[in-house]
C-alpha cells in the first residue's frame, strides 16, 4: 500500500505492509518542505517523492522535468465527487493503478482534498488548493483513488495497529509545533461525538478563556521562557534541554504548560471513557521531563485516569505511514 505523510517541514513517501506492520524495505522516500511552500513546487515535491516510491516498487522509472521533479503524464478529465468521505476519486479517463493513503495537517477538508491553510502560519500559498485533484495526474500510474487523513489520526491509528489493538478507546496527543490530536472507539476515528472535542481536536479547546495552543506549543513555551528570561530560545528542543540541566526557568515553564494541558485533557478523556492514550511528537523525546506534569494534571481533575494505560511512540513518522494504510485499506474509516 503506498502512502504519503505530510508534515511541516517534509513529506515522506513509502511503501507500507501491513501485514507485517512494517514499511517495506528501500521503499522510504523523504523530502523538504518549507513552511512557505508555492503551490507547484508544494505539488511537484509530493510527486517527485511519490513518483520515487512507485518506480522502487514497480521498477518502473518515473519521468522527470528538467529540474528533476515529476512531470505529469498527460491531462486527462478531472476528479469527480466520490460520495465517499475523505476520497479522491478519478476520472472516467483515470488509469487503474493503487490506492494511495495521505496523512496531512489541518486544516484540510479531507473530503474534497482541498487545503484551508489560512491565517494559520503555515502553507499560507496553499490555502484553497485542490491538492488531490492536481496530484492525480501528477502520478505515476495514475491512482484509482486517493484516501486524506489527519495526520494526527494517522498516527493514533498507526498506533492502534501496531501496539495497541486491544485498546476499547484510544486517544493520541501529538506535541510538537502545536497539539495534534484523534479519538479512537475500537480503532475507528470518532470526530463528531458529545464526547469529544470539537472535531476531536484538542487545539480547539481553552486554558484560561485563551486557545490552547497559546499555552501548549513550541510559538507559547518558547515565548513564555524569553518574556521571563530575556534570552530567546531555539524551539522546544533547546528549552527541553535548558530543562535537564537545571535551568529553573525553562523547568518551570515546561511544567506549567504540560500540567495545564493534562488538566485541560482530563474532561474528555474522562466523558471518552478511555483506556490507553498515547504521546507522540518531538518534545515526547524529553517525556522524563513532560511525563509527570501532564500526569499531575490530568489526575487532579480525576483520580481514576490514573489508571489510565499512557504510552510514548518516539516513531511518529513510521506510525502515520502505517495509519495512513489502514484507513486507505477500509476505504476511509
Same mark, same amino acid.
Request: aromatic share 6%; glycine share 12%; hydrophobic share 40%.
Given at each position: 500500500?503506498?502512502?504519503?505523510?505530510?508534515?511541516?517541514?517534509?513529506?515522506?513517501?513509502?511503501?507500507?505492509?501491513?501485514?507485517?506492520?512494517?514499511?517495506?524495505?528501500?521503499?522510504?522516500?523523504?523530502?523538504?518542505?518549507?513552511?512557505?511552500?508555492? %503551490?507547484?513546487?508544494?505539488?511537484?515535491? &509530493?510527486?517527485?517523492?511519490?513518483?520515487?516510491?512507485?518506480?522502487?516498487?514497480?521498477?518502473?522509472?518515473?519521468?522527470?522535468?528538467?529540474?528533476?521533479?515529476?512531470?505529469?503524464?498527460?491531462?486527462?478529465?478531472? /476528479?469527480?465527487?466520490?460520495?465517499?468521505?475523505?476520497?479522491?476519486?478519478?476520472?472516467?479517463?483515470?488509469?487503474?493503478?493503487?490506492?494511495?493513503?495521505?496523512?496531512?495537517?489541518?486544516?484540510?477538508?479531507?473530503?474534497?482534498?482541498?487545503?484551508?491553510?489560512?491565517?494559520?502560519?503555515?502553507?499560507?500559498? +496553499?490555502?484553497?488548493?485542490?491538492?488531490?485533484?492536481?496530484?492525480?495526474? %501528477? +502520478?505515476?500510474?495514475?491512482?484509482?483513488?486517493?484516501?486524506?487523513?489527519?495526520?494526527?489520526?494517522?498516527?493514533?491509528?498507526?498506533?492502534?495497529?501496531?501496539?495497541?489493538?486491544?485498546?476499547?478507546?484510544?486517544? #493520541?496527543?501529538?506535541?510538537?509545533?502545536?497539539?495534534?490530536?484523534?479519538?479512537?472507539?475500537?480503532? /475507528?476515528?470518532?470526530?463528531?461525538?458529545?464526547?469529544?472535542?470539537?472535531?476531536?481536536?484538542?487545539?480547539? +479547546?481553552?486554558?484560561?478563556?485563551?486557545?490552547?495552543?497559546?499555552?501548549?506549543?513550541?510559538?507559547?513555551?518558547?515565548?513564555?521562557?524569553?518574556?521571563?528570561?530575556?534570552?530567546?530560545?531555539?524551539?522546544? %528542543?533547546?528549552?527541553?534541554?535548558?530543562?535537564?540541566? @537545571?535551568?529553573?526557568?525553562?523547568?518551570?515553564?515546561?511544567?506549567?504548560?504540560?500540567?495545564?494541558?493534562?488538566?485541560?485533557?482530563?474532561?474528555? +478523556?474522562?466523558?471518552?471513557?478511555? @483506556?490507553?492514550?498515547?504521546?507522540?511528537?518531538?518534545?515526547?523525546?524529553?517525556?522524563?521531563?513532560?511525563?509527570?506534569? &501532564?500526569?499531575?494534571?490530568?489526575?487532579?481533575?480525576?483520580?481514576?485516569? #490514573?489508571?489510565?494505560?499512557?504510552?510514548?511512540?518516539?516513531?511518529?513518522?513510521?506510525?502515520?505511514?502505517?495509519?495512513? #494504510?489502514?484507513?486507505?485499506?477500509?476505504?476511509?474509516?
Amino acid at each position: 500500500m503506498p502512502v504519503l505523510e505530510v508534515g511541516g517541514s517534509h513529506v515522506t513517501a513509502a511503501a507500507v505492509d501491513l501485514t507485517r506492520a512494517r514499511i517495506a524495505d528501500g521503499t522510504r522516500r523523504r523530502l523538504p518542505l518549507t513552511p512557505g511552500i508555492g %503551490r507547484e513546487d508544494f505539488l511537484a515535491t &509530493l510527486a517527485e517523492a511519490a513518483n520515487g516510491v512507485l518506480s522502487g516498487v514497480s521498477g518502473a522509472s518515473a519521468s522527470s522535468g528538467p529540474s528533476g521533479t515529476s512531470k505529469p503524464p498527460e491531462p486527462s478529465e478531472p /476528479s469527480e465527487p466520490s460520495g465517499l468521505p475523505g476520497a479522491v476519486v478519478c476520472g472516467s479517463r483515470g488509469g487503474g493503478g493503487d490506492t494511495w493513503g495521505i496523512a496531512v495537517p489541518g486544516p484540510f477538508d479531507y473530503a474534497r482534498g482541498v487545503a484551508r491553510y489560512h491565517g494559520v502560519g503555515k502553507f499560507a500559498a +496553499l490555502d484553497g488548493l485542490a491538492v488531490g485533484e492536481l496530484l492525480m495526474p %501528477r +502520478l505515476n500510474p495514475r491512482p484509482a483513488r486517493l484516501w486524506f487523513l489527519n495526520d494526527a489520526s494517522a498516527f493514533a491509528l498507526g498506533v492502534w495497529h501496531t501496539a495497541h489493538a486491544e485498546s476499547r478507546r484510544l486517544v #493520541a496527543v501529538t506535541l510538537g509545533t502545536g497539539v495534534g490530536s484523534a479519538f479512537l472507539d475500537r480503532g /475507528s476515528i470518532v470526530e463528531d461525538d458529545p464526547r469529544v472535542p470539537p472535531e476531536g481536536r484538542v487545539d480547539l +479547546l481553552t486554558i484560561d478563556g485563551r486557545p490552547l495552543e497559546d499555552t501548549v506549543s513550541t510559538r507559547a513555551m518558547t515565548a513564555h521562557y524569553t518574556n521571563r528570561t530575556g534570552r530567546p530560545v531555539d524551539g522546544l %528542543r533547546e528549552l527541553t534541554a535548558l530543562a535537564a540541566v @537545571d535551568d529553573t526557568t525553562a523547568r518551570d515553564v515546561i511544567t506549567s504548560a504540560l500540567r495545564a494541558l493534562g488538566a485541560a485533557l482530563a474532561p474528555w +478523556l474522562t466523558a471518552f471513557e478511555a @483506556d490507553t492514550v498515547v504521546f507522540g511528537g518531538s518534545i515526547t523525546a524529553a517525556w522524563p521531563l513532560i511525563g509527570p506534569p &501532564l500526569t499531575t494534571g490530568l489526575t487532579h481533575h480525576d483520580p481514576r485516569l #490514573a489508571r489510565l494505560t499512557l504510552s510514548v511512540h518516539d516513531d511518529g513518522e513510521d506510525q502515520a505511514l502505517l495509519g495512513a #494504510a489502514v484507513f486507505a485499506t477500509r476505504g476511509g474509516a
